[in-house]
């Protein structure tokens, strides 16, 4: 099977990019979310790093019409 990584629309607190993480691994989106809040607080990388995600990792309904 050819996973692929995408937004969730549904479920999205903000741009849906932890929730499609977390779908893409198979775990829990609050570990995800719990990751990125600790990451981002850390190193300011992580800030930009989500940012970037959201504008360039499409939405799941753009890739389920391909």
Known sequence: MNKKLYRVEENKV???????IAEYFNIDVSIVRLATVVVGLCAFVGVVAYIAAAFIVP???SIDNQ
Do not use: E, L, N, R
Not at 14 to 20: E, F, L, N, R
């Open 59 to 61: 939405t799941k309904s």
């Open 14 to 20: 903000i741009a849906g990019v932890c929730g499609g």
